[in-house]
């Protein structure tokens, strides 16, 4: 494959995300340095957190099975051909759902008693589930109180195949954190009377908590280049950024000190100095709270924006920067990490690679 090959462009405005197949793989690599006991389960829901479901799932050819959010996530993936196992981390909500995951050969995660219920009345043909264990995290899954009753059921009913168990961590991203420990405990626990393939740890679990990994790991964001921890960027874990989101420049002005930049009058310039205009707003997924000194990249140089975000634009100030309309400017990608300008935002690398990526698509 050449490099050409595995960089795809998508464009609606000037604005537009670019994605490195090869840094994909290359952070499956990664994944698989760390846990290599361990399957992976690649976690390409929300479009792959706005990379592309399609073209994520190509380049990750090399994992064992995909998880999606929803069933309409997976169908849309065996429908394009692909033959892995599909993992439905919401599981099914009615008895048609069932039945098309059942026909189409997709694993749907268990996560209340009702859908046991459904599967029991169910006689097509048998589906491989995954049974979700609350831990601790408290959101979706069955109480570790209840957990056996269910498995036994479960292995009683003829419409399920083989029986997984997952659990999902709620604070993997502070390894110290005391709850990642009791969490795990939990699951491994209910596990030592059913026995099964187990799953916990995601991307920062698979990383800074290696007895997590167990039979199955289930990275997201460490695939697409953004670091899983507080404390370590994605450059310290050897990760490589996989959206560039970028756009240019459409002017230049020689401001006066004291004049006032965009909406809110929020910044006003500290001395006579140019400030240019990038056509990128929260229109096209750039967070609008990012705040006054975020990085943008521009001439092989960092800069700072200024004043508020609108909606297809952004000022960036260019004191010592030689920048004219036209020239490219990098909003996150290999010049600028999206967990730097996520922490500028009061957000997370999720949050802008699944806003940008889900924003500037393709038509
Ligand atoms: C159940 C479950 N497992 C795994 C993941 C992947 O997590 P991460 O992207 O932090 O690796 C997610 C992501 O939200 C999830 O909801």
């Not at 892995?84 to 981390?89: A, D, N, R, T």
């Amino acid at each position: 494959m050449t490099p050409a090959d595995s960089q795809h462009t998508r464009h609606t405005r000037t604005a537009s995300i670019n994605i490195d197949g090869d840094a994909l793989r290359h952070n499956l690599s990664r994944v698989k340095a760390f846990a290599p006991e361990s399957k992976v389960m690649a976690v390409i829901k929300a479009d792959a957190y706005g990379h592309g479901v399609l073209q994520a799932a190509k380049y990750l050819s090399e994992a064992d099975a995909f998880a999606l959010a929803v069933t309409g996530e997976a169908m849309a993936l065996r429908q394009a051909g692909m033959s892995k196992p599909l993992v439905v981390l919401q599981g099914f909500s009615d008895a048609s759902e069932l039945t098309a995951m059942a026909e189409h050969d997709i694993q749907p995660a268990i996560i209340n008693p009702w859908q046991i219920d459904l599967l029991e009345q169910h006689k097509e043909k048998p589906v491989n589930i995954w049974l979700k264990v609350d831990t601790g995290m408290h959101r979706l899954g069955f109480p570790v109180a209840v957990v056996e009753a269910a498995h036994q059921r479960l292995s009683v009913c003829e419409s399920v195949g083989e029986i997984r168990i997952m659990s999902h961590f709620a604070n993997a991203d502070d390894p110290d954190n005391i709850y990642n420990n009791n969490q795990l405990s939990s699951l491994i626990k209910v596990n030592n009377n059913i026995n099964a393939e187990a799953s916990m740890a995601n991307s920062a679990g698979l990383i800074a908590l290696p007895e997590s990994r167990l039979q199955w790991v289930r990275p997201g964001i460490m695939l697409y280049g953004s670091s899983p921890l507080l404390n370590q960027s994605a450059d310290d874990l050897a990760l490589k950024p996989v959206m560039n989101f970028e756009s240019s420049l459409i002017s230049v002005q020689q401001l006066k000190k004291g004049d006032a930049i965009g909406y809110g009058s929020s910044w006003q310039c500290p001395e006579d100095m140019p400030v240019g205009v990038v056509a990128a707003g929260y229109a096209d997924g750039y967070p609008r709270h990012a705040e006054s000194g975020t990085p943008v990249w521009i001439n092989n140089k960092h800069c700072a924006l200024v004043g508020r975000v609108s909606m297809d634009s952004l000022s960036v100030d260019l004191r010592g920067i030689d920048a004219k309309p036209g020239d490219r400017v990098v909003l996150w990608g290999k010049e600028l990490s999206v967990d730097v300008v996520a922490r500028h935002a009061a957000t997370i690398g999720y949050e802008l690679l699944c806003s940008a990526g889900n924003t500037v698509k393709a038509v």
